[in-house]
């Protein structure tokens, strides 16, 4: 298995096959899609598209439940927000009453809209933690001729988050140890006392910092004066070579994007008023 | 012993101020400093982020605030550029979109540039020595937040079409709300406890870089 940032796929998985950059395109551009689309079908057709390539690419799906209070307090959110918080609108075309509070069709269908172009963005996300590890990040920016301090400090700190986590766990297993215990207390007392947490954690990394330090310039690092213009050879990146499947995938998200685009703006293909769901939607409420 | 006793007694004015003689310049260990606040922000932004959302990486209670405006006003521009970018990283693992959290940028970089600008403007000590020192952090605190919670609301979500005029309320409040409330929680006792090491460390920024 291979642990990425959000769980770990097994070292099987296609997703292996193609090169971290191409990973990160598919972060940037598809992140992007559902900006272009209103139809709620469209973008919902995009998130199975989704996790059926998290599935495809042997993902653990359920690392994917701590992301199902988040889509569900968001689609709360979401649904309170446009239609309790949505104020009164006479023009508007009321389909419910809840407690007073007049429920419009045009509220609820622009938040089916909103949260329909959330779940797919975040799904893009979710699919490129799932799949990258550390490293594949790192190769992914220094393939874009990213400069050395800047993956290295973005290496730094994604480690560094690993060892914080830890960190995080022994403060708390410490303190256990001593007697503090949380159980049946209520939120603000937990919220006050977490800075128990926070002092130690800040303590440990200013000491990791000098150890860091100490590594790094034991070891001939500079990122600052002459030192710092040796070329480096650069080892990670020598065990990733584009293949011709990857330029394939490439261009296939670029041309996605572009098809993607003229639909939207040029020909309207994706707007409210074209989509089904929302028609239907609209003939069982009215 | 004689340096550590005349350390002991820096005038807040000496904190900022480098001394005749005095050599500094940007080092590795700020490099460290910078990715290892990152990493600590990535875990601790993340936990408020994922237990107490409001939605699109809003919060009621924002831990990652501490290390954002303790960072920026212990380490300077290290601070500040963590302070913008680990966010980034804790709103992506809590389920924020990618370019609404690219979005948040500017907010966080003015919440976490403000409180240093002003310890190091006014000369206030970060052991919070005077009722003065307290007052400065905390209305650093408020129009910093105030500055995220207008930004975000108003130009991230309202841009990306998230919310109604009627609900950016409930955010700007959600948004100013969860960022004051933690760093009254975290800030000052974080400072309290730990300044009086840290101003001592190689690490710690007198100017912006060094």
Redesign the interface.
């Known amino acids: 298995m291979n642990k990425t940032l959000?769980g770990y796929v097994p070292k099987e998985s296609p997703i292996y096959e193609v090169h971290p950059f191409v990973k990160l395109f598919f972060?940037?551009v598809v992140?992007?899609f559902p900006?272009f689309v209103a139809a709620p079908e469209w973008n919902f057709g995009l998130l199975v598209f989704l996790l059926l390539l998290m599935f495809l690419c042997r993902i653990d799906m359920r690392t994917l439940r701590?992301?199902v209070p988040?889509?569900i307090?968001?689609g709360s959110?979401?649904l309170?927000?446009?239609t309790v918080?949505?104020?009164r609108h006479a023009e508007f075309q009321v389909v419910a009453n809840v407690f007073g509070f007049p429920i419009y069709w045009e509220?609820l269908r622009?938040a089916l809209v909103?949260y329909f172009?959330?779940l797919p963005?975040?799904a893009?996300?979710?699919f490129f933690?799932s799949t990258s590890r550390e490293r594949d990040v790192i190769v992914a920016m220094r393939s874009i001729k990213m400069p050395f301090?800047v993956t290295?400090?973005?290496a730094?700190?994604?480690?560094?988050?690993?060892?914080?986590?830890e960190d995080?766990h022994i403060v708390r297993q410490a303190e256990q140890a001593r007697g503090f215990d949380t159980t049946g207390k209520s939120l603000a007392y937990k919220?006050?006392k977490?800075?128990m947490y926070?002092?130690p954690?800040?303590?440990l990394?200013?000491r990791?910092?000098?150890e860091?330090?100490n590594a790094?310039?034991a070891r001939g690092?500079?990122?600052?004066g002459k030192a710092a213009k040796i070329k480096r050879a650069d080892y990670v990146l020598t065990h990733y070579s584009y293949k011709i499947h990857d330029y394939i995938l490439i261009l296939l998200i670029t041309a996605a994007f572009g098809v993607l685009l003229y639909l939207s703006l040029g020909l309207g293909f994706f707007e409210l008023d074209k989509s089904q769901f929302i028609q239907w939607l609209h003939q069982i409420l009215s | 012993m004689a340096t550590a006793v005349k350390k002991s007694e820096m005038t807040a004015e000496e904190i900022w101020t480098v001394q005749p003689g005095e050599r500094r310049?940007?080092?590795?260990?700020h490099?460290?400093?910078?990715?290892?606040?990152?990493?600590?922000g990535?875990?601790?932004g993340a936990f408020g982020s994922?237990s107490f959302?409001?939605?699109?990486g809003v919060n009621f209670?924002w831990?990652g605030i501490?290390v954002q405006q303790?960072g920026a006003i212990w380490f300077g521009g290290w601070g500040v550029l963590a302070g913008a970018?680990?966010p980034f990283?804790s709103n992506?693992?809590?389920?924020?979109?990618?370019?609404?959290s690219l979005a948040y940028v500017p907010a966080n970089a003015v919440q976490a540039f403000l409180p240093a600008w002003a310890f190091r403007k006014f000369k206030a000590d970060p052991r919070l020595k005077s009722g003065r020192d307290y007052l400065i952090l905390f209305i650093a605190m408020v129009v910093s937040s105030a500055f995220g919670a207008l930004w975000s609301p108003l130009v991230v979500l309202r841009g990306?079409?998230?919310?109604?005029?009627?609900?950016v309320p409930?955010?700007i409040w959600g948004w100013f709300g969860g960022n004051v409330i933690a760093g009254i929680?975290?800030n000052f006792?974080?400072l309290k406890?730990?300044s009086a090491?840290?101003i001592r460390?190689?690490?710690f920024v007198k100017r912006w870089w060094s």
Do not use: C, H, K, N
């Open positions: 959000l972060l940037l992140s992007l900006l701590i992301y988040v889509a307090s968001m959110i979401i309170l927000s446009y918080l949505g104020g509220r622009d909103v172009r959330i963005m975040i893009t996300m979710v933690l301090v290295y400090v973005f730094m700190a994604l480690r560094s988050a690993g060892m914080v986590l995080f919220i006050r977490y800075v926070m002092i954690l800040f303590a990394s200013l990791r910092a000098e860091f330090t790094l310039v690092y500079s990122f600052t | 310049s940007v080092g590795v260990i490099i460290v400093i910078l990715a290892l606040l990152i990493g600590i990535f875990v601790v994922i959302p409001l939605g699109f209670f831990t501490a303790v970018i680990f990283f992506a693992i809590a389920g924020t979109p990618f370019y609404v990306f079409g998230l919310l109604t005029t009627e609900s409930l955010f929680v975290f006792i974080l406890a730990l090491v840290v460390t190689p690490a």
